[in-house]
């Protein structure tokens, strides 16, 4: 770089941009991406590519010239797609005012935050979480304030005590994860009910990230193939807004397309929100979203049944006695601590060194996270076998 050029002073840039927190998954994938015969279990995304009916809505679309700027809130045909899809999954009419298309489930997180808190507010998460969750709301201007959820045997659960004392006057909202990553918890009708009841009582929006509600594995918590939602809880005054993706479902991580289901008396704001975001998502893309709604169940059972597959060969690494990893109730991760080992960091760099492994550090989902690791197990049996094969290995070398 020539030294000559001025570079700005970080001293200029807004608090809001500099504060943003790194991604520790990001810092291990970059490690250990492109090492020969690595097994990349980091990051939440499967092995399939996006199937060909999907693709080929994508090109059809492209052939017929649909190239051109088109609605704010999504053409039309996916907006009653989603509301068809809707109303399969929850048993109830569902309107189509109610979608939002956006550019990935990112891009509807951050217009749910800037719709509700901004500086000077507080968001309420619970933790271990999604580290974008935070990233969101600290880029909004808005405190992320962390609360720790409680894991016993059974797995992890939320403290709602300990929740509702966390709320203060300047707390604008609650982000509900469920089924959760990186843990796996899986929120029951009880819990959706007392998470309601919390945010009427002050006066909250909840913000609903239920994007793995279709991967639920305890079949106490599963309705009609699916985990418990807020749909099943809320009356259409509660102020709830779900944030929602095709990637998990549909192999489509690469696409970025997403929705907010929101309100629709609240179409103009988020309109306009999109409008200064993305001006809208390309038609040839949501033309292949129509396709993954009205044709991908069978894809998505085969996705399904990949995730519980791999989660029952994950249980393994409790055989050797060194790893705490009670069952996930839902999503596909396994999220598990190592007997001894402190710094989740760098026990993840030392899997990549010594076991070929790409893990996420537990750490990158919060302090509540320390300690833990993440493994992605929606991939081929074959891989997921080998990769706990080789961490088995290394695990008395890691818990020394």
């Known amino acids: 770089m020539d030294s000559s050029i001025a570079i700005p002073s970080l001293s200029k840039l807004r608090p809001e941009a500099e504060q943003a927190p790194a991604s520790g998954i990001v ?78 489930g990112m891009p509807a997180l951050q217009i749910a935050i800037r719709m509700v808190a901004g500086t000077g507010d507080e968001v309420l998460v619970p933790t271990p979480a999604w580290p974008n969750f935070v990233g ?46 990186p843990t796996g918890w899986t929120a029951s009708h009880d819990d959706l009910s007392a998470l309601l009841d919390i945010a009427r009582r002050h006066g909250l929006w909840i913000i609903a990230d239920e994007i793995y509600g279709r991967f639920i594995h305890d079949p106490t918590l599963t309705v009609g193939g699916r985990s418990p939602s807020f749909r099943d809880v809320m009356t259409p005054e509660d102020c709830v807004l779900f944030i929602q993706t ?29 409008q200064y975001q993305t001006s809208g998502t390309p038609v040839f893309i949501q033309r292949a979203g129509i396709a993954a709604l009205d044709e991908g169940e069978s894809f998505l059972a085969d996705q399904i049944a990949r995730a519980r597959a791999g989660r029952a060969i994950v249980q393994r690494l409790t055989e050797s ?80």
């Not at 045909?77 to 109303?87: F, G, I, N, P, V």
């Not at 709301?137 to 966390?166: C, F, T």
């Open 136 to 181: 969101a709301i600290v880029i909004a201007g808005a405190q992320a304030v962390g609360v720790p959820m409680n894991i016993d045997a059974h797995g992890w659960n939320i403290d709602l005590e300990r929740l509702e004392k966390a709320v203060t006057p300047r707390t604008r909202a609650l982000v509900i994860n469920s089924p959760s990553n």
């Open 246 to 274: 095709f990637s998990k479902n549909w192999a489509m991580t690469g696409w970025r397309l997403g929705w907010l289901e929101a309100p629709p008396p609240l179409g103009p704001v988020i309109e306009n929100l999109i």
């Open 321 to 400: 006695g060194l790893v705490e990893l009670p069952p996930p109730s839902g999503a596909f991760y396994a999220f598990f601590k190592i007997r001894g080992a402190k710094n989740a960091k760098d026990i993840a760099m030392r899997l990549i060194d010594e076991a070929n492994v790409g893990l996420a550090p537990g750490s990158a989902f919060g302090d509540a996270g320390e300690g833990y690791l993440r493994l992605c197990y929606l991939r081929k049996a074959e891989d997921v076998e080998e990769a706990v094969r080789r961490i088995a290995e290394a695990l008395p070398r890691l818990a020394a």
């Open 27 to 104: 810092d291990v994938a970059n490690y250990g991406r492109g090492r020969p015969g690595i097994i990349p279990l980091w990051v939440g995304e499967g092995d399939l590519p996006t199937p060909a009916f999907i693709c080929e809505a994508a090109t059809r679309s492209l052939a017929t010239g649909e190239t051109f700027y088109t609605y704010q809130s999504g053409i039309p045909e996916l907006r009653e797609a989603l509301a068809r899809y809707h109303e399969r999954l929850y048993g109830k009419a569902s309107d189509p005012e109610r979608f939002f298309v956006n550019s990935g």
